[in-house]
């Protein structure tokens, strides 16, 4: 019979997406479970499994288009007819109802196919979970290994969230309030000269509708300083080459990573989000912080989970690889979720001073600039004080001011600012 596949709602807001790789065509005999195309949204590259065993008949898409949720991609031609059909889809178990305690109703089936990693497939065949069961906590709905365990460990039921409420910190914009700040309409350049339109798609749209949420929703306040790294360079050139010598490289990055995190766990407050829906302030009790890396096609924000667990020498080796796979658009949207804090680091690239945007919903970020030679007075064994030339780091904090204030601001730059300066106050040698 002949089954139309249409591009699946990939949840989180996602409508559209762009297609990178087509991996069939016309005739091809596929398996269920088989990458078909790989979707490019807004949040990250996407493989697309068949939900189908069968055979290929038409292929109505190609590389570099743009297709919306509900459009018709591939048309396949399997085996059985209505009766096959319906016994493969399963029908949603009652709702369970307990007195006296939340209610609890079960995953409704999926239609079309589950987005997750191979990994994760195969640990779901493992545990004898059917994926289409199982909500996904990622973006776009994204299974992890994380959610089939729980889907295993708690049966067939998931625990039904309470609905938003209406906030009273940023309240629902009125219609007339959308006119006052909508951009008026621009002028016909055309009429000064030769001009060229580029699509906004794909990292670059959502790197603009990112940056406009944060800058709009979140008051910034940025506080600089500068940290004298003069030993801290002495012990990254003299550990490099074993670091190098196992995969890894040791940047100025990877310091940063235990950096901040020495200093949120002093100050949780900055390892946190504000929930105005319930007027809660998030603490996370866990340290996933993000890495801006510069790619062709945008900023992309790879994330490192569990720094706090981690030594230096195996956050030496991820961070290279994860900045690779970002520049080659190989991230899974696993790696690009789940953030707490970010760091930012232009040092390479160059400049005294920026104004990073704090990375929605996350509450701070660490910008890192260019470390220069500079003159700096400091005392002598005597006391007396001497100018002496020390290699000095631009540091710049950008944080949200509804959770968090300036003295706060001070405080945490000082705790980055002291880790900088001694090293070895949290066991950076830990190889």
Known sequence: ???????????????????????????????????????????????????????????????????????????????????????????????????????????????????????????????????????????????????????????????????????????????????????????????????????????????????????????????????????????RRKNRNEVQDHGGKLTITVFALKAAVAALEIMPRFNASLDSGREEIVLKKYFNLGIATDTEKGLLVPVIKGVDKKTMMELAVELPELAQKAREGKLSMEEMSGGTFTITNIGGIGGTGFQPIINYPEAAILGLGQARWQPVIRKDDDGKPQVQARLMLPLVLAFDHRILDGAEGARFMNEIKETFENPARIMFFDF
């Open 1 to 235: 019979m002949r089954k139309e596949f249409k591009l699946p709602d990939l949840g989180e807001g996602i409508h559209e997406g762009e297609i990178l790789e087509v991996s069939v065509s016309p005739g091809d005999e596929v398996n269920e479970g088989d990458v078909i195309f790989v979707v490019e949204t807004d949040k990250a590259a996407v493989e697309i499994p068949s939900p189908y065993s069968g055979k290929v008949e038409e292929v109505l898409i190609a590389p570099q288009t743009i297709v919306h949720v509900g459009e018709v991609m591939l048309v396949f031609e399997v085996a059985g007819g209505k009766e096959e059909a319906v016994k493969k889809t399963p029908l949603p178990p009652p709702a369970v109802k307990d007195q006296g305690a939340p209610a609890i109703k079960a995953a409704v089936p999926r239609k079309g196919p589950v987005p997750a990693a191979p990994a994760t497939r195969k640990l779901a065949r493992e545990l004898g979970v059917d994926l289409a069961q199982v909500v996904g906590s990622g973006p776009a709905g994204l299974v992890s290994a994380e959610d089939v365990r729980a889907f295993a460990e708690q049966g067939e039921t998931t625990m039904e969230q309470p609905p938003p409420q209406k906030s009273s910190i940023i309240p629902e914009p009125t219609a007339a309030a959308t006119d006052l700040i909508a951009p008026p309409a621009l002028p016909d350049f055309d009429q000064w000269g030769s001009v060229e339109h580029q699509p906004l798609r794909s990292v670059r749209r959502a790197i603009a509708k990112k940056m406009a949420l944060s800058w709009s929703q979140i008051p910034h306040v940025c506080h600089q300083d500068l940290a004298d790294i003069t030993e801290l360079e002495t012990i």
